[in-house]
Structure formats: structure tokens, C-alpha cells
């Protein structure tokens, strides 16, 4: 059965540094794809970034980075330059078969002015 | 355009009773999704409703049911409330299978006393 483990319960970060939340995954699929989502306390799910197994390059979307390492079987989030409003749930998930994602426990990031 | 809409945002319910909780998902999206999320951990997946028909069910006992009507939007039920049932329960709106391009609502918080 697939997993997903994140090992941070929570991280904190000064405002406009970096950081990365660390993910780590184990499937036995050869075609996957791995996500992270953010969840502000309103309880919404919000999708920040989409990693497929096959893609060559690590995936990034404006602040928001994959750090995708096949091998080591990890896909960790690097948010650079963080913001007030980045502080939130952080959540890492994979996709098995066509209909679901499994979950990680999540992360919560606090940004500090 | 709207997003995903879930309703009621927030409900009490005695344990034994019964409740359903409504999800409209993105105009042109047919398939949707039901995750539970207790309170300190990750989404679970409940089901998946697709073009009318369950195409994924988790591991959840059968007093969780749901359906999808013909304009898409679904419904969750569950009969017989235990207090463990107390979580936010969260719908997830996609064009076809759950990947890149699902969307989630704000979610249900489902208080069982």
C-alpha cells in the first residue's frame, strides 16, 4: 500500500526565508504523481504543486518548488521568500490508481515577522 | 466562477442520529470526491462519484453511503453517528479522475455529542 510520511510536525521560518518541508513517499508503482496542498485554519484545501514520477524536471510554481528525488524516494516542498500569509497546515499527497489521494499527517509552518 | 461549494459549513449532531452533507462541485467538473479529516491528521478518502457512479470507496464502515445527481452535485450520508465521526469532511471537485486539477471545498466541520 502506498505512504506518504511527513516527519515535521511543525516548522517555523522568518519572514521572507526560505524553508522546506520535508516529504517522503513509498509506492510500488512505477507511474505516480505526488501534490501538496495547504490548508489555512478557514479548513480549505488548496493545491500548490503537482510532481508526476516521469517528469524529468523538478516542478515549480512561483514561490513554491518540488525538490523531487526518485531515488531517496522524497518530493519536499521549498517555499522561498516566505510570507505572513504562508503560515498554515501543509499537507504532501500522492495519487493511487485513478480515484484518491493518500494523505501525509502534515506540517504546520509558522511565519514569523 | 464558483468553486467548490460544501454545505453546511458547520453542524451538531447526537450521536446516533443521522446527516447529510451536500457538495455543488465546479461547473464542468463530473467527478467528486469525500475525504474525512479528523482533527490533528491528514484527509481520508471516503469515496469517489463519477459521472453518477461510485468509482472508489476507502476504508470506511457502511453507514457512510453518498450519491451524485444528475447535475453532478453529490451528497454524503451517514447513519448511526459515533463521536469518532467528528471531523471536517471535505469534498473534492475534478473534471475526471482525482490528479492535478482537483479542487476542494471549505469543508463540513461535523461535531457528534
Known amino acids: 500500500a502506498q505512504k506518504i510520511t511527513q516527519t515535521q510536525p511543525g516548522m517555523f521560518v522568518q519572514e521572507k526565508e526560505a524553508v522546506t518541508l520535508d516529504c517522503t513517499y513509498d509506492?510500488?508503482?512505477?507511474?505516480?504523481?505526488l501534490f501538496w496542498y495547504k490548508q489555512p485554519s478557514s479548513g480549505e484545501m488548496i493545491f500548490l504543486i503537482y510532481?508526476?514520477?516521469?517528469?524529468?524536471q523538478n516542478a515549480t510554481e512561483g514561490r513554491y518548488s518540488l525538490n523531487f528525488q526518485k531515488a531517496r524516494k522524497s518530493a519536499n516542498l521549498v517555499i522561498s521568500a516566505s510570507q505572513l500569509g504562508d503560515s498554515a497546515m501543509y499537507f504532501c499527497a500522492m495519487r493511487e490508481g485513478y480515484n484518491k489521494l493518500i494523505f501525509g499527517a502534515g506540517t504546520r509552518l509558522a511565519v514569523h515577522p | 466562477d464558483a468553486g467548490v461549494t460544501q454545505s453546511p459549513t458547520h453542524l451538531i449532531k447526537t450521536r446516533g442520529q443521522q446527516v447529510t452533507l451536500r457538495c455543488s462541485p465546479i461547473?464542468?467538473?463530473?467527478?467528486v470526491s469525500w475525504y474525512q479529516q479528523v482533527l490533528g491528521q491528514g484527509p481520508q478518502f471516503i469515496f469517489q462519484?463519477?459521472?453518477?457512479?461510485?468509482?472508489g470507496r476507502g476504508n470506511f464502515p457502511d453507514r457512510f453511503s453518498a450519491r451524485q445527481f444528475p447535475n453532478y452535485s453529490s451528497e454524503l450520508n451517514v447513519n448511526a453517528l459515533l463521536l469518532g465521526d467528528s471531523a471536517l469532511y471535505l469534498c473534492a471537485s475534478s473534471l475526471d479522475r482525482v490528479g492535478a486539477e482537483a479542487f476542494f471545498g471549505q469543508g463540513t466541520r461535523l461535531t457528534v455529542v
Open positions: 509506492t510500488s508503482d512505477q507511474s505516480y504523481g
Open positions: 461547473s464542468g467538473h463530473k467527478s
Open positions: 462519484y463519477y459521472e453518477k457512479e461510485e468509482r
Open positions: 510532481q508526476g514520477s516521469y517528469d524529468e
